[in-house]
């Protein structure tokens, strides 16, 4: 253990503090609409941890399974019941080193203005289970499907 990466990651005001250790299972891209709305940007980068490689302190506010700072409305990493999803942009280092995307969600709903990225797979919708190629066997327990509310 003595040997992980630690990432540090906090909200704008500094209120909320956290920390992941060692290489993430995975990170993505999703243009969905409610990642949209959330970041108000035009996608949201993250990466996906097991939840007991992460830890936090600070108090958070949580809507729809997603989580923000009350003092700076910042995004916050959503814990599930197995993994934790970190937006890669509460991450303290800019930019980061070795969280490339290797998936992008809802693609329909990406701006005409980006591009797909080259090595990324490509998903209609979620993320789907049958996706096994990289050896990720992980059951979808996580906080990352997207399914739009409505
Ligand atoms: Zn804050
Ligand atoms: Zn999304």
């Given at each position: 253990?003595?040997?992980?990466?630690?990432r540090?990651?906090?909200?704008l005001?500094?209120g909320?503090?956290?920390?992941?250790?060692?290489?993430?299972?995975?990170v993505?891209?999703?243009?969905?609409?409610d990642?949209?709305?959330?970041?108000g940007?035009?996608?949201?980068?993250?990466?996906?941890?097991q939840?007991q490689?992460?830890?936090?302190?600070?108090?958070?506010?949580?809507?729809?399974?997603r989580?923000?700072c009350?003092?700076?409305g910042?995004?916050?990493p959503?814990v599930?019941?197995?993994?934790v999803e970190?937006m890669i942009?509460?991450?303290?280092?800019a930019p980061?080193?070795?969280l490339?995307?290797?998936?992008?969600?809802?693609?329909?709903?990406?701006?005409?203005?980006l591009?797909?990225?080259?090595?990324?797979?490509?998903?209609?919708?979620d993320?789907?289970?049958?996706?096994?190629?990289?050896?990720?066997?992980e059951p979808?327990?996580?906080p990352?499907?997207h399914?739009e509310?409505a």
């Open positions: 253990m003595s040997n992980d990466i630690i540090s990651g906090s909200c005001c500094g909320v503090q956290f920390r992941v250790t060692g290489e993430p299972l995975r993505g891209l999703c243009h969905c609409k990642c949209r709305k959330t970041s940007s035009a996608y949201q980068a993250f990466a996906i941890w939840r490689a992460f830890e936090s302190e600070g108090i958070t506010n949580t809507y729809a399974e989580s923000f009350p003092t700076c910042s995004r916050l959503s599930g019941e197995d993994e970190v942009g509460s991450l303290d280092v980061t080193e070795g490339e995307p290797s998936y992008e969600l809802w693609v329909g709903r990406r701006e005409h203005w591009h797909p990225l080259p090595e990324a797979r490509q998903f209609e919708h993320r789907t289970v049958d996706d096994s190629a990289t050896g990720d066997g979808e327990a996580g990352e499907p399914p509310s």
